[in-house]
């Protein structure tokens, strides 16, 4: 695997190790429980709720519909994590997996049958993209990027590669299927674009790596409009033109010491706002279109961050923490403790529900309208993964143990 040059930390591994250093910033930048001072450009702390996570009976918030082992069992670690959110395919009823021991596999929705697999150079640090945009390909094909520096494009229903692309750099993100381009993000802040028909190198754009500590991560670029919006571990968050890569606009959100990167995936509201997270300095929204800064809640270790169906709400997430903020004005709607050491490693929802991914610890589903927690799902060793929701609403995760989980949600 591809290591960064200067000191870095896991992001699963982070929340135990520098959660005094992130409380340590907090409480120099002024922030508090009870304060909403203004700070900067518009930036004010990020409200907690004074309410702690309740004890009261889980509801039927879903129902477990199957599941079934997915990793070998040679050389588990002791404290296993699985990186990589499943991907769906509901024409043909397969969902698909990519594992740390390297193997992409589809299994029937129905079934659970294993219907092929592959191995791939190295680990997978994040999921497998089905690209369903036929009209540019006249098929549709499943893309996987692994930590072996791999992208490689398959056909969904037989696993039979149609073209693959090396890099000496190790893959971090998922990858993003725009117009005729493919777009993944590098262990060493490298954007690269290919074509998506023939896997043939388009443009890409790096950013040198910062010094002293930072996350082992990289952001999933979002695309809109012909642009494409990016954060990296410098704490700029950055404009390209889809086309070209060339550069619209630039914008430093970071200056921290440690800990600036931009690894929460970027998020585009219906207004076409574009929002980042920082490691250390919380949550912005910057106009898509400028950069400019519209409005910033400080809030240090901030990890994760998803927009409602609706593009007018984003949920946030990380150290001990979730909230609702709406995305026009900042405001926050509500805002959640978890218990201590409790760090959401991602965000998904589905029914009415925000479900959070938490390492190690038990998966957290909560209340898209209250914040309030209504259940949790604990399948050994927690779940670091993003959930992935398929069409017809079902839940599919897999867990830090490698087995991968089918959910009914209910409202």
Same mark, same amino acid.
């Given at each position: 695997m591809h290591l960064r040059p200067h000191l870095t930390f896991s992001r699963t591994a982070l929340p135990m190790m520098v959660s005094s250093v992130l409380l340590f910033a907090a409480c120099q930048s002024g922030t508090s429980a009870t304060s909403a001072a203004g700070m900067g450009h518009g930036m004010n702390p990020l409200l907690s709720s004074s309410v702690r996570m309740e004890r009261a009976a889980p509801e039927k918030t879903f129902s477990v519909l199957w599941w079934t082992k997915v990793e070998g069992t040679e050389q588990r670690p002791y404290h296993p994590v699985e990186l990589a959110a499943p991907a769906t395919d509901a024409r043909r009823g397969i969902v698909f997996t990519a594992t740390r021991d390297g193997y992409l596999t589809?299994?029937?929705?129905?079934?659970?049958?294993?219907?092929?697999?592959?191995?791939?150079?190295?680990?997978?640090?994040?999921?497998?993209?089905?690209?369903?945009?036929?009209?540019?390909?006249?098929?549709?094909?499943?893309?996987?990027?692994?930590?072996?520096?791999?992208?490689? #494009?398959?056909?969904?229903?037989?696993?039979?590669?149609?073209?693959?692309?090396?890099?000496?750099?190790?893959?971090?993100?998922?990858?993003?299927?725009?117009?005729?381009?493919? +777009?993944?993000?590098? #262990?060493?802040?490298?954007?690269?674009? +290919?074509?998506?028909?023939?896997? #043939?190198?388009?443009?890409?754009?790096?950013?040198?790596?910062?010094?002293?500590?930072? +996350?082992?991560?990289?952001?999933?670029?979002?695309?809109k409009d012909g642009k494409v919006y990016a954060g990296f571990a410098d704490g700029y968050a950055v404009a390209l033109e889809l086309s070209s890569g060339a550069l619209v606009w630039e914008k430093e959100l970071s200056r921290a010491r440690a800990f600036r990167d931009l690894d929460a995936s970027p998020v585009i509201d219906a207004q076409g706002n574009v929002l980042f997270t920082s490691g250390s300095d919380g949550l912005f929204c910057l106009d898509g279109a400028t950069g400019d800064i519209k409005w910033s809640h400080l809030r240090p270790g901030l990890t994760a961050a998803i927009l409602n169906a609706a593009g007018d709400r984003v949920f946030v997430g990380g150290q001990s923490f979730v909230a609702m903020l709406e995305t026009g004005s900042g405001r926050v709607r509500w805002a959640r403790d978890l218990r201590t050491g409790t760090a959401v490693t991602a965000l998904a929802n589905a029914n009415g529900q925000l479900i959070a991914s938490c390492g190690a610890e038990p998966m957290i589903f909560i209340e898209e309208e209250t914040g309030r927690i209504r259940r949790e799902f604990q399948p050994g060793h927690g779940v670091t993964a993003p959930a992935s929701v398929s069409e017809d609403g079902d839940l599919f995760i897999l867990s830090n143990r490698g087995y991968l989980y089918a959910l009914a949600i209910h409202p």
């Open positions: 589809a299994f029937s929705q129905t079934t659970r049958e294993r219907l092929w697999e592959v191995r791939q150079d190295g680990p997978f640090n994040a999921g497998p993209l089905l690209d369903a945009s036929g009209s540019l390909l006249s098929r549709e094909l499943l893309f996987s990027a692994s930590a072996g520096g791999k992208l490689d #494009a398959f056909d969904p229903a037989t696993g039979e590669k149609i073209w693959s692309y090396s890099t000496p750099e190790a893959f971090m993100t998922t990858p993003v299927a725009a117009g005729d381009f493919i +777009l993944v993000m590098t #262990a060493a802040d490298t954007l690269v674009a +290919l074509d998506k028909k023939s896997g #043939a190198w388009r443009w890409q754009y790096k950013r040198d790596m910062p010094r002293g500590l930072s +996350l082992f991560g990289a952001a999933r670029p979002a695309v």
